[in-house]
């Protein structure tokens, strides 16, 4: 028994060294064609000659391995199971490392597939510390997890693009050439990623520039250059200016913050799914439910905040829940500066709060409205001379009747005159948000609760959205309806005091959409991608 802890001890000695030139390693010089296929899913690695020289791993690797070797020092009891996934491991790292010993070759293994093998060396151990952390905390782990899957689709996207964050932004070239902030910085403008065609997260980063309306003071019809609808985009303004603070208002710095502003709001909203599934009975990590969202891949290939609203709803309903209304109004108060249609459960809380608590129940909704508001009056005083009342009342012109919208898609799916990425999708999501319309309906005849209230409203607003301004792109449709899933997902984990269907139907729903979004939506390849599968 000692001798078999010796051998592992040498064999973790031995993969401490190895990490240092391989888990991170870039090669500089070739790779062969036909390895090519290997640049993408569970195996993911490429294949070099045994003397071709490659970068080291930066510093961090070597912390890493301190953790593993921590981790590696728990006693932990294993079960087959881990067991066979720790053989496993080692094979395939005694496998990788003996390369350039037993062939002309060498396998280099990508950071995160390095990552997994380790997982699944260190699997009883890492059981074992959950547990020793306790269930307190597993709300915390829950968001690691989210966290890390979004923060895995960046990664294996931002690959593509030489590890230039601004591929993410869908900056269009006529926009690029446009905007002053980019005519005054030639080399950021060099340093960009283009595109003949645009999308909204251009706007976003084009916004961090000047969040507070100065460049043109007196002439606010400048913007429209670079903003397609200045009083609505710069209504929502919280993105923005977050990408500024946290980037030190350091303009070569705002395409990575964004993306990781998007992935640490990931961490915090499936933390709070977690506590609140903890807190009514249910494992945390039936908060993963929410990686089904279809929403949530579409943002984060397109560098938008819908990930930091929906944080904000769910911190807010929690807050409001267990009575701590100041933070309620925060959380809600801030979700409502990254988008509008926030102010929609919090509305719902307070109608449902009625007499018993009107006082407390108005203080919040006023605290949280009071920064939207004043926010919205600033921008309506600045664009006012170039805008009129439109900028106080913006319409983005997204709405129609209802049902209408859908089935324009359908149709168009079903002719596959949809664009050839989103014609199967084009489908089956207007099913499945008609099925979540019913399911929202079905729930609020059940028992008139906030949340239920706040589900058939978005639900309402989901189904009413047009073709021209939103279906006619699905990944605008399936961000401009995330909500509906979100409170869906928040009365799945809450299941008391409701008849034993209602969960069984969210359920069978959930599963859907999860199928949906791995495999017919338009980002599904970058869903499956990002859970290390095949792209």
């Not at 990575?256 to 609140?276: Q, T």
């Not at 207007?430 to 906030?450: K, N, S, W």
């Not at 939103?470 to 869906?488: K, Y």
Request: net charge positive; proline share 6%; charged share 15%.
């Amino acid at each position: 028994m000692k001798a078999a802890r010796w051998a592992a001890a040498a064999l973790l000695c031995l993969w401490v060294l190895y990490a240092a030139v391989s888990p991170s390693c870039t090669p500089v010089r070739s790779e062969f064609a036909n390895a090519r296929g290997f640049s993408r899913g569970l195996l993911n690695l490429v294949v070099l000659p045994a003397g071709e020289p490659f970068a080291r791993a930066p510093a961090w690797s070597f912390a890493m391995w301190a953790a593993v070797l921590a981790l590696a020092g728990w006693r932990a009891k294993h079960t087959r199971g881990t067991a066979l996934l720790g053989a496993a491991a080692i094979v395939l790292l005694a496998a990788v490392a003996l390369s350039p010993h037993v062939s002309p070759y060498r396998v280099v293994l990508a950071p995160r597939t390095f990552s997994l093998f380790v997982l699944l060396l260190c699997a009883a151990r890492a059981v074992e510390a959950a547990r020793w952390i306790g269930a307190r905390w597993t709300a915390l782990m829950s968001g690691a997890l989210g966290a890390a899957f979004f923060a895995s689709a960046v990664l294996n996207m931002v690959g593509t693009w030489g590890g230039n964050y601004s591929g993410f932004l869908h900056i269009s070239k006529v926009v690029a050439e446009d905007a002053p902030f980019l005519r005054e910085r030639p080399d950021l403008a060099r340093s960009l990623v283009l595109y003949d065609a645009g999308y909204d997260g251009q706007f976003m980063y084009l916004m961090a520039f000047d969040p507070f309306l100065r460049t043109f003071p007196d002439r606010p019809d400048e913007y429209r250059a670079f903003v397609d609808n200045p009083p609505y985009r710069y209504g929502r303004i919280g993105f923005s200016l977050l990408t500024r603070v946290v980037s030190a208002a350091r303009p070569e710095r705002y395409p990575a913050a964004m993306m990781w502003i998007i992935v640490a709001a990931h961490f915090a909203l499936a933390a709070f799914l977690a506590w609140r599934a903890v807190g009514h009975g249910r494992s945390p990590f039936a908060a993963m439910w929410y990686l089904a969202i279809p929403g949530f891949s579409a943002s984060l290939m397109a560098a938008l905040p819908e990930a930091l609203a929906a944080a904000g709803i769910v911190a807010g309903v929690l807050c409001w829940e267990t009575r701590r209304h100041a933070w309620a109004a925060l959380a809600f108060g801030a979700a409502m500066l990254v988008r509008e249609t926030a102010v929609i459960p919090l509305l719902a809380l307070a109608l449902a709060a009625g007499w018993r608590d009107w006082r407390g129940s108005t203080l919040v909704v006023a605290a949280s409205l009071a920064p939207v508001c004043a926010w919205r009056f600033f921008v309506a005083w600045r664009m006012f001379p170039g805008f009129g009342w439109a900028s106080l009342v913006a319409n983005p012109g997204d709405f129609g009747l209802p049902f209408a919208g859908l089935v324009r898609l359908w149709l168009a799916g079903a002719a596959g005159t949809q664009p050839s990425p989103e014609t199967t999708a084009a489908v089956v999501f207007p099913i499945l948000l008609a099925a979540a319309f019913v399911l929202a309906m079905l729930l609020l005849r059940v028992r008139r609760g906030p949340l239920e209230v706040a589900a058939a409203a978005y639900a309402v607003v989901a189904v009413s959205l047009n073709y021209s301004h939103i279906w006619s792109h699905l990944p605008s449709g399936e961000r401009a309806t995330f909500e509906v899933f979100v409170c869906l997902l928040l009365l799945l984990l809450d299941g008391r005091d409701r008849p034993a269907w209602i969960g069984r139907a969210l359920t069978g729903f959930f599963a859907a959409l999860l199928a949906y979004t791995f495999f017919v939506a338009p980002d599904a390849g970058a869903s499956r991608a990002a859970l290390l599968l095949i792209r």
